[in-house]
């Protein structure tokens, strides 16, 4: 029957503790009236603080929640991974545990997915407490991401969706070390519906996505779904070897013709400059990719799971090694 049909909600989290307590309240209570059997999987990502305490004590008071621990943090995308690996039911929800993704959204979600969507997406129109430098360099990300791949993402998509069964195994099957993990969903290509919202200010706690994690991820998604950047470096290549072209036929007509052989340091001095920045620049875009290749081809596994809580002997779908399960 529809009403016991198993539904997993996937937070990952990475020292929340001031704030999983009131999440987990407005996530019951966003949840209360669904006709679904509902399980909550928590991951903690290596957490330093009180965070592994407070979802023991949540695993406690309600049976629904499951937690995976990581043996070290191995980062959001990693920890999105591990829940969807673990998770049984029929669709798949997954939320930040900071309370920015809003949980009461959740009933609009299953009824998208009830009416035939496949993928659920939301997409962030506004975030209180963002700074507008942070906004802007966003909005430079996705313009860079749409122009330079094929596989087209939604500005301002967020982590926060659901996914069906079938989305969620063709998901799972995706196991590329550096991962962008809405580039993979487009990816997909399934049926997808979008959702809009406001994202609030963070209940709890400070943002963990500092400006080098920002631009690291923004560099795996952009390495991982384009190519351009090589391109660009070729190109770059060309307009140098044609501006250095140019430059020689000048050369020669200052000497043989116009018979002026003082030396021009200057041009010199910045052509050499220019040409080596730009092949300076073209290795390390090269370098770049073949680092990612070098982290592809050793297969280590994407994270460890230091313990696991709740699942029992029901299943061993997560990709990690598992040290004690309860």
Request: overall charge positive; aromatic content about 12%; proline content about 4%.
């Amino acid at each position: 029957m529809a009403e016991y049909r198993p539904i997993s909600i996937v937070a990952p989290c990475f020292n929340e503790a001031d704030g999983l307590m009131a999440f987990h309240a407005a996530l019951s209570a966003a949840i209360a009236d669904l006709p679904y059997d509902v399980e909550i999987i928590y991951v903690d990502d290596g957490s330093t603080d009180a965070t592994p305490q407070v979802l023991d004590a949540l695993r406690k008071q309600d049976r629904r929640v499951k937690t995976l621990v990581f043996s070290r943090n191995f980062g959001h995308q990693a920890a999105l991974l591990a829940g969807l690996d673990a998770a049984r039911g029929d669709a798949v929800i997954t939320l930040d545990s900071d309370l920015q993704h809003p949980p009461e959204r959740i009933p609009e979600l299953i009824r998208a997915w009830e009416q035939g969507a496949d993928i659920v997406y939301t997409v962030r129109r506004e975030t209180d407490g963002v700074p507008l430098s942070k906004r802007l360099t966003s909005r430079l990300f996705y313009w860079l991401m749409n122009r330079a791949s094929v596989t087209p993402i939604v500005p301002g998509a967020a982590d926060f969706r659901l996914m069906d069964r079938v989305a969620v195994d063709s998901f799972c099957a995706l196991r590329e070390t550096h991962r962008f993990n809405r580039g993979l969903v487009s990816w997909l290509g399934f049926r997808a519906t979008a959702i809009e919202f406001d994202a609030p200010a963070r209940f709890a706690g400070e943002s963990k996505y500092s400006f080098t994690r920002m631009l690291r991820f923004a560099v795996d998604g952009l390495v991982s779904f384009s190519v351009w950047p090589l391109r660009a470096a070729m190109l770059l290549g060309f307009g140098m070897a044609a501006f250095a072209a140019l430059y020689i036929v000048y050369a020669l007509y200052v000497f043989f013709v116009l018979r002026w052989t003082v030396p021009g340091w200057t041009s010199t001095l910045v052509t050499v400059l220019l040409i080596g920045g730009v092949q300076l620049l073209s290795v390390g875009l090269v370098g770049e990719y073949v680092g990612k290749i070098y982290e592809e081809v050793k297969r280590r596994p994407l994270y460890v799971v230091r313990e696991r809580h709740g699942f029992g002997n029901d299943h061993q779908r997560a990709s990690g090694a598992r040290k004690r399960s309860v």
